[in-house]
């Protein structure tokens, strides 16, 4: 059982930036694909940004691309995403999760564990 807690999210005016954290404990963290997830009111749960086990691949969806950053640090057990130039259109719930696994997928459900959730809010 992998357990996973976000932090960082918070309010932040529109071409702001955020950076959210993901600290996972239990099985080895570095065993795990990880991504980052949103979901808007009243929307579907995206994908964001998914990264390899050990960092050198990393995969954005299109809104993401050029703006958002996502890294881990499996030496600290944690992963990130760096939110630059954000829009009120990123507004959302942000969970990190993990997948079991060698391919860096961006299917929400090969995800198992997921975080419990870090709120973002961007206004205009």
């Known amino acids: 059982q992998v357990n996973l807690v976000e932090s960082g999210g918070g309010l932040v005016q529109a071409g702001g930036s955020l950076r959210l954290s993901c600290a996972a404990s239990?099985?080895?963290?570095?065993?795990?694909?990880m991504g980052w997830f949103r979901q808007a009111p009243g929307k579907e749960r995206e994908v964001v940004a998914a990264i390899s086990l050990s960092g050198g691949t990393t995969r954005y969806a299109d809104s993401a691309k050029g703006r958002f950053t996502i890294s881990r640090d499996n030496a600290k057990n944690t992963g990130y995403l760096q939110m630059n130039s954000l829009k009120p259109e990123d507004t959302a719930v942000y969970y990190c999760?993990?997948?079991?696994?060698?391919?860096?997928?961006?299917?929400?459900?090969?995800?198992?564990?997921w975080g419990q959730g870090t709120q973002v809010t961007v206004s205009s």
């Open positions: 239990g099985p080895t963290f570095s065993n795990y694909v």
């Open positions: 999760a993990v997948a079991r696994g060698f391919v860096t997928t961006m299917i929400v459900s090969a995800y198992g564990y």
